[in-house]
């Protein structure tokens, strides 16, 4: 991957990443769309990488259809797709973390506390070998984008950071690989999270500001759906991710709930009047 980048690099393209773990939808394809428009010649990988789950996580249910990946970059115009496996990225006598200071110790961070070292490790070392101009992420995984690009300024690498809009199913719900784990039931009251955060922005623009009402009102609602639990929903200000009080300024509502055993993510920008 190495020596295909220096090549790619050396005849004047311009190297556009967009990072995955696979089982590609519409959502990863979109983020390859949007790099093509920033870039000629994409590279997309594929690892599930074994350093951001935790010791009870889903690392080996995680869905994998390589065949139908590589199917799905080639039509999306990818130029090659970059797909280690965990023992070249973590060789033996591996000891080595990047870790950043406050941006992981809220939302995600909080429940998955080895999920934000092991993002930045492994985008530190797929930067490195990729050696991308410009890298694709999803506004989906929000928090993630925030961590990626603080990384990215913090650690001098010389990459243009280009964020995509999350992709949705008809009935609202983020497209996710991990959505195959739902059933037909599960599935369909999933939406309540998209629902919830369409609510709650309908209230902000009509002025209801204050956080703790707009939260015991959310929450109530995703309590109410059939083998929910939440994990947290909290309004914050989008650039510290700090919990705000009131939302006086545009702000972020990001929630993790689990239907079943699935955890889903899902967030909305909130736009107070005016
Ligand atoms: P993943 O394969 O889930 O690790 O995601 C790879 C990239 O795709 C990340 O930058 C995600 O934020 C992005 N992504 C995942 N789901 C969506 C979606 N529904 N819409 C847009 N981007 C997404």
């Known amino acids: 991957m190495a020596a295909h980048a220096d090549l790619v690099r050396s005849q004047g393209k311009t190297l556009v990443f967009v990072p995955t773990m696979g089982f590609l939808h519409e959502g990863h394809i979109s983020l390859m769309e949007i790099g093509l428009a920033h870039g000629n010649h994409l590279v997309v ?37 970059y797909t280690p496996d965990a023992s070249s990225m973590y060789g033996p006598g591996f000891e080595t973390r990047v870790i950043q200071e406050s941006l992981p110790n809220h939302l995600c961070g909080l429940s998955r506390p080895r999920l934000f070292s092991g993002v930045t490790t492994v985008v530190t070392k797929l930067f490195n070998t990729v050696k991308p101009h410009v890298a694709v992420f999803g506004e989906k995984d929000f928090q993630q984008l925030a961590v990626l690009k603080r990384m990215t300024l913090d650690l001098d690498f010389d990459i243009k950071i280009v964020s995509g809009p999350t992709v949705r199913e008809q009935d609202g719900l983020a497209k996710s690989s991990r959505n195959s784990y739902l059933s037909a039931t599960q599935r369909k009251n999933a939406t309540a999270l998209y629902q919830c955060l369409e609510e709650t922005g309908k209230k ?71």
């Open 45 to 81: 990988s594929i690892f599930v990488n074994p350093a951001q789950f935790g010791p009870t996580e889903d690392l080996d249910a995680y869905p994998r259809d390589m065949e139908r990946d590589l199917a799905l970059c080639k039509k999306a115009g990818a130029a090659a797709v």
């Open 204 to 274: 902000v623009a009509k002025g209801q500001l204050d956080t703790q009402g707009l939260l015991q009102e959310a929450k109530e609602k995703i309590a109410a759906v059939p083998e929910a639990a939440i994990d947290y929903i909290n309004i914050v200000d989008p650039n510290s991710l700090v919990d705000v009080a009131r939302v006086e300024k545009p702000a972020l509502m990001a929630m993790a709930v689990f239907v079943g055993k699935t955890r889903l993510i899902d967030n909305m920008m909130l736009y107070p009047p005016g």
